[in-house]
C-alpha cells in the first residue's frame, strides 16, 4: 500500500490550503483515513479522520470549524481541506490509512501511513 500525501506548502496566516492523499495498492473504499501531524519538536498528533464512506468524521478540537477532510472513493483519493490557517498549525502533515471502516483519533490504529507534506504558516 502507498499513500502519497501533497498540497502542502508556505502560507500566511489567514489563507487556505487543500492536502490531498493519493492510495494504492489495496481497496481504498472500504477503509477509515485519518490525518495526523507533527510540528518541530513535538510529537505527532492527531488532525481529523474519516470512515469509508465519508460521513462520518471528527476533528481535534483546535482545527475544529477550520479543516473539513473529505473522500472521492472513484479517485482513491482523501482530502484535508484548511481554512483559516494560524502559525501554529505549521507542521508536517501525514495521512494514514486504518484497516477498518470506522474512524479512529488513535495513531496506533493506522496502519499504512504516507510520507508527509509540509505545511508552514507565517504570521
Known amino acids: 500500500v502507498q499513500l502519497q500525501a501533497s498540497g502542502g506548502g508556505l502560507v500566511q496566516a489567514g489563507d487556505s490550503l487543500k492536502l490531498s492523499c493519493a492510495a494504492s495498492?489495496?481497496?481504498?473504499?472500504?477503509?477509515?483515513m485519518g490525518w495526523f501531524r507533527q510540528a518541530p519538536g513535538k510529537e505527532r498528533e492527531f488532525v481529523a479522520t474519516?470512515?469509508?464512506?465519508?460521513?462520518?468524521?471528527s476533528y481535534k478540537d483546535s482545527v475544529q470549524g477550520r479543516f473539513t477532510t473529505s473522500r472521492d472513493n472513484t479517485r482513491n483519493t482523501v482530502y484535508l481541506q484548511m481554512n483559516s490557517l494560524k502559525p501554529e498549525d505549521t507542521a508536517i502533515y501525514y495521512c494514514?490509512?486504518?484497516?477498518?471502516?470506522?474512524?479512529?483519533?488513535?495513531?496506533?490504529?493506522?496502519?499504512?501511513w504516507g510520507q508527509g507534506t509540509l505545511v508552514t504558516v507565517s504570521s
Open positions: 474519516i470512515n469509508w464512506s465519508g460521513d462520518i468524521r
Open positions: 495498492g489495496r481497496t481504498f473504499s472500504n477503509v477509515a
Open positions: 494514514a490509512l486504518r484497516l477498518y471502516p470506522s474512524t479512529s483519533s488513535h495513531d496506533g490504529s493506522y496502519t499504512y
